[in-house]
């Protein structure tokens, strides 16, 4: 299997109910790839290979980001715990026609975000989260510095010699996460995108970029 030929739409995360439905977190923006009938592919964890599968049916959970499907053959809860972790896929050939100013996920994935009035090149994409607006998530190149305290000397008991200074060990911070922030993707925050160079252009509003820092 190449990358290129196969869309990734969705994970199967656990079984609905005992009938065979599956929670499916979505990977897509468009809701009639898990609720219009028709064929998808599943690749099964360890596999390489998408094998074709029957959508029947599917909706979506409001408030949890989760849409419930029923695959055909699946008709217990046995079958549908058995594929927690497979990949819901479609052909790269079977995209949704865009309107303007719509993207794919994957296209916006691993694209550089810079700052239009500076030129500074912040971050890059790491992930799309849907939302009222969707939210880019963009992974800061200018990471924090995680700086370990050095060590205490031991303070001596009393009687206790103390002709070479001992050294008492201080664990060591693990070091930090990378450091990412949301970006609304909207018009008035990111007015550039430009699939061919891989680059977003964004003008936040003062104090957009502090405030949702995750350190």
């Known amino acids: 299997m190449t990358n290129d030929q196969w869309l990734e739409i969705g994970t199967i995360v656990a ?74 896929m479609v052909k790269a050939s079977d995209r949704p026609i865009l309107e303007e100013d719509e993207y794919h996920v994957l296209d916006l994935i691993g694209m550089e975000v810079f700052l239009q009035e500076s030129g500074e090149n912040l971050g890059v994409v790491v992930n799309v989260f849907p939302a009222g607006n969707d939210l880019l998530e963009v992974q800061l190149h200018q990471q924090p510095v995680a700086v370990a305290p050095e060590d205490e000397p031991e303070t001596p008991q009393k009687g206790e010699v103390n002709r070479t200074s001992k050294k008492r060990k201080v664990l060591r911070p693990k070091p930090p996460k990378p450091s990412t922030i949301l970006i609304p993707f909207v018009k008035a925050i990111a007015p550039v995108v430009d699939l061919e160079n891989r680059r977003i252009e964004i003008t936040p509003p003062p104090g957009l970029l502090e405030m949702n820092q995750d350190v």
């Open 15 to 88: 079984a609905q109910g005992m009938k065979g439905e599956l929670r499916v977190y979505p990977e897509s923006q468009f809701p009639e790839r898990f609720e219009e009938p028709g064929e998808r592919w599943m690749l099964r964890p360890g596999e390489t290979e998408p094998q074709p599968v029957k959508l029947v049916k599917g909706r979506y959970i409001d408030g949890k980001n989760l849409y419930v499907v029923q695959l055909a053959e699946v008709e217990n809860r046995d079958r549908a715990e058995a594929l927690a972790g497979t990949k819901l």
